[in-house]
């Protein structure tokens, strides 16, 4: 209900018939919208970090599972693992700003084993070119997510007895690796890495502390777009929120016309 | 098992780094570069922590308090409503439904729904942010609780029913013995949720419900390290235990 109101508020606003700049139905909001270069990039953009951060989060946490294995859910390494979950993404993205600046944690480090002598020739990773202090602070809270996630499956799905099958047929461990262990895993998480790759599309702390004004995540986008002083630009605010939520909406009923979304209980 | 395995040294020092690079900041004055510990001075941090208007423990108890109330609320909801929901003919339509707002990012949400907020005069109030956190939380307790309805607690119920229970003595006596443990999971992953809350928060409170996050924030923004960092510290403690907790009593008996 919330969300219906929401959205209908917003396809007012953003078609001319609701708010202050309300002066009759018009679609020229939307068509400023999807004729600027802005919001394409902030869509891009968006995909860009999710794609890097989902691939990597994923495949390092495989990695984390296969080594670590039961340890991360009986050892004492599975309370440690709970910790960046307990993190804010905003302290998250404060810790990140803290220590991949220029004046940071690792400048500090570099220049005290002399490998630089003034801040300015560290890069820094915060509000960088390629966002990779977005992307690094984004792989840390996936991984440790997807190891618990993936650990988890591990054990209910009795992967280890998968793993003696496969090998008293004949397989070799890397085979057994490939063709059983890691599509199972895949296979099992696959709707929630997804959901997580939807989290990580809307994110907003993380882009928001550690992002360059252009381009701008699109939550970050959108947000600035309805905190600007020129009433204008409210319209296409909402135009680009709803844009937004469709694309959110159809990502979530293809995945549940795929009977990925919802399990059966 | 530490000489075994040394990767485990580093794995526990990357862990904990968050905890003690935050402490490390909260409790100093300043850090100039190219120093690598932060240097106390003076306690001035510690002063405006318990004074004034940056009083962190007001900010820390309204925190806590809009928390609280979004988990047992959405808590309590949720677990009757999932029950409707795991049962009715369209469920998987309405568990859909339930993602929606769920998946969203909260600031756009957040920024859609203001209007109606203005409306009702919620807006920049206590009482707006936690029925715009209950609006996100719901439905995330609504998913979780499905689930557990459909693990075959209804059969319990209905055998109590058959024995001649009540509808009173059959919550009481078996279905929230039988919940418990989920019931407080619920509540530990909704009060996280709406704990870590920025976005939304930020937006309806207009930056006038001053929360933990709300703070972290605005100290950032005005570049004191120390207080942001203060601030985080209090952040990152209840959900550490409550996840312990959860860890160490609740899933245990799972």
């Known amino acids: 209900m919330p969300l219906l109101l929401a959205v209908i508020y917003a396809a007012l606003n953003a ?25 394409y990039t902030s869509f891009g953009f968006s995909i860009y970090i999710t794609l890097i951060v989902i691939i990597i989060a994923v495949a390092l946490a495989l990695w984390g599972t296969l080594t670590l294995k039961k340890d ?38 570099l220049y005290a084993f002399n490998l630089i002598s003034d801040p300015s020739q560290f890069a820094g990773f915060v509000n960088d070119p390629l966002s990779i202090g977005i992307i690094f602070t984004q792989i840390i809270i996936a991984s440790a997510f997807f190891v618990i996630l993936f650990s988890t499956i591990y054990e209910n799905e009795n992967v280890d007895r998968l793993h003696s099958v496969s090998s008293s047929l004949g397989s070799n461990h890397k ?12 296979k099992k998480a696959i709707p929630s890495i ?25 939550s970050v986008a959108i947000a600035r777009k309805f905190q600007l002083y020129n009433l204008h630009d409210v319209p296409v605010a909402y135009a680009m929120a709803l844009l937004y939520t469709i694309f959110v909406i159809t990502c979530l009923i293809i995945l549940f016309r795929k009977k990925k979304l919802i399990h059966d209980v | 098992m530490f000489k075994k395995r040394p990767k485990f040294v580093v794995l526990w020092i ?8 935050l402490g490390m900041l909260a409790f100093s004055s300043t850090w100039r570069f190219p120093t690598l510990i932060p240097e106390f001075k003076d306690n001035s941090n510690f002063e405006l922590m318990v004074s004034g208007d940056a009083s962190f423990v007001m900010i820390f108890l309204r925190s806590v308090l809009i928390s609280i109330t ?36 909260p600031v756009v949400f957040a920024a ?11 807006s920049g109030t206590t009482p707006g942010v936690m029925i715009a956190q209950f609006i996100i939380v719901f439905p995330y307790a609504i998913i979780l609780f499905n689930s557990h309805w459909g693990s075959g607690i209804i059969a319990y119920e209905q055998s109590a029913a058959t024995l001649g229970g009540n509808a009173v003595q059959r919550f009481f006596r078996v279905t929230l013995p039988l919940s418990k443990n989920m019931l407080l999971i619920g509540f530990f992953q909704c009060f996280i949720i709406s704990w870590f809350e920025f976005g939304l928060t930020n937006f309806i409170g207009m930056g006038q419900v001053k929360t933990l996050t709300v703070k972290v924030f605005q100290y950032i923004g005005e570049a004191n390290i ?25 899933l245990r008996n799972y």
């Open chain 1, 175 to 186: 085979t057994t690796l490939i063709k059983v262990i890691i599509p199972v895993l895949i």
């Open chain 2, 112 to 122: 859609c729904l203001n209007y109606f907020f203005t409306l009702f005069l919620l």
């Open chain 2, 14 to 21: 990357c862990l904990i780094f968050p905890i003690l690079f």
């Open chain 1, 194 to 218: 997804i959901l997580y790759a939807i989290f990580v599309f809307g994110s907003y702390e993380i882009p928001l502390l550690l992002g360059r004004q252009d381009p701008q995540m699109i």
């Open chain 1, 72 to 109: 991360v859910l009986h050892g004492r390494i599975s309370y440690l693992l709970y910790v960046p979950l307990a993190v804010p993404v905003i302290v998250a993205a404060f810790i990140s700003f803290q220590s991949l600046g220029q004046s940071g944690l690792i400048s500090r480090i």
């Open chain 2, 70 to 105: 979004v988990a047992i609320v959405s808590v309590a909801t949720g677990f009757f409503i999932a029950k409707v929901i795991a049962f009715h003919k369209k469920r998987n339509l309405l568990l859909l439904l339930a993602y929606f707002p769920f998946a969203l990012s």
């Open chain 1, 15 to 39: 078609t001319g018939l609701a708010g202050i700049d309300a002066h009759g139905f018009t679609l020229n909001t939307f068509i400023t919208v999807l004729s600027s270069s802005n919001f």
């Open chain 2, 226 to 250: 120390h207080l942001a960092a203060m601030s985080s510290l209090l952040l990152v403690i209840p959900p550490l235990l409550l996840l312990w907790a959860n860890k160490k009593f609740v």
